[in-house]
C-alpha cells in the first residue's frame, strides 16, 4: 500500500527566507509525486508533480522539488518566501498506472512573519 | 471556462441522514474522483468514476455510493450519516482516467453532521 509521510505540521518562516517542506512516501514502484497548496476555504491546487525523468522539478509559483529514491523523498522547496505562500501544502503519490488514485499527507501549514 | 464546482456549499445534517453532494467537472474532463478531507488531514481517496464506471475505489463502507452521468458530472451519496462523517469532501476531475493527467479540484463542500 502507498502512503505518504509528512514529519513537519507546521512551519513559520519569515518573508523573503528559504522554505523546504519534507515529504517521505512509501511506494512499491515507481511513483507519480504531487505536490499541492491549498488556502482557507480553496480547493487544492497542484504546484508540481514528477513523473520520470530529471529529479528536480520547477513548478509554479517558483516552487521546486527533488526526488530522491533512495530516500524515499520529494522534498518542496522555495528559495524566497513571499506572505503569500502562507497556506497548506500537501504531498501526495499515485500509481503510475491508470485510475489516478492519490494518497495524500496530512499536510504543512506554512505561516510566513513579516 | 469554469473549473471543477461543486453543490451546495455547506450543507448541516443530523446522524442517520442521508446526504447528496454533486459535482460538475472542468470542460472536457470526463474522469470524476470523490476525496473526503477530516478537519486536519490530507484527502482521502473514496472512488472514482469513468465512463459512467465506478473504477477504484478507497477505503470506505458502502454507505459512500456514487453516480456519474452522461454528462460527466457526478454524485456522492452517503447514507446513514454519522459524527464521523463531518468533513469537506473534495471532487475532482480531469481528462480521461491516467494518471498523468492533471487533476483539478473543486472547492469542496462542507458537510457537519450534528
Known amino acids: 500500500a502507498q502512503s505518504v509521510t509528512q514529519p513537519d505540521i507546521h512551519i513559520t518562516v519569515s518573508e523573503g527566507a528559504s522554505l523546504e517542506l519534507r515529504c517521505n512516501y512509501s511506494?512499491?514502484?515507481?511513483?507519480?509525486l504531487f505536490w499541492y497548496v491549498q488556502s482557507p476555504g480553496q480547493g487544492l491546487q497542484l504546484l508540481l508533480k514528477?513523473?520520470?525523468?530529471?529529479?528536480l522539478v520547477q513548478g509554479i509559483k517558483g516552487f521546486e522539488a527533488e526526488f530522491k529514491r533512495s530516500q524515499s523523498s520529494f522534498n518542496l522547496r522555495k528559495p524566497s518566501v513571499h506572505w503569500s505562500d502562507a497556506a497548506e501544502y500537501f504531498c501526495a503519490v499515485a500509481a503510475n498506472t491508470n485510475a489516478g488514485k492519490s494518497t495524500f499527507g496530512d499536510g504543512t501549514t506554512l505561516t510566513v512573519k513579516p | 471556462d469554469a473549473g471543477v464546482t461543486q453543490s451546495p456549499t455547506h450543507l448541516i445534517k443530523t446522524r442517520g441522514q442521508q446526504v447528496t453532494l454533486r459535482c460538475s467537472p472542468k470542460?472536457?474532463?470526463?474522469?470524476v474522483s470523490w476525496y473526503q478531507q477530516a478537519l486536519g488531514q490530507g484527502p482521502q481517496f473514496i472512488f472514482q468514476?469513468?465512463?459512467?464506471?465506478?473504477?477504484q475505489r478507497g477505503n470506505f463502507p458502502d454507505r459512500f455510493s456514487g453516480h456519474q452521468f452522461p454528462n460527466y458530472s457526478s454524485e456522492l451519496n452517503v447514507n446513514a450519516l454519522w459524527l464521523g462523517d463531518s468533513a469537506l469532501y473534495l471532487c475532482a476531475s480531469r481528462p480521461g482516467d491516467r494518471t498523468y493527467n492533471e487533476q483539478f479540484f473543486g472547492p469542496g463542500t462542507r458537510l457537519t453532521v450534528l
Open positions: 514528477y513523473f520520470s525523468g530529471d529529479t
Open positions: 468514476y469513468y465512463e459512467e464506471e465506478e473504477r
Open positions: 511506494y512499491g514502484a515507481t511513483p507519480y
Open positions: 470542460s472536457g474532463h470526463d474522469t
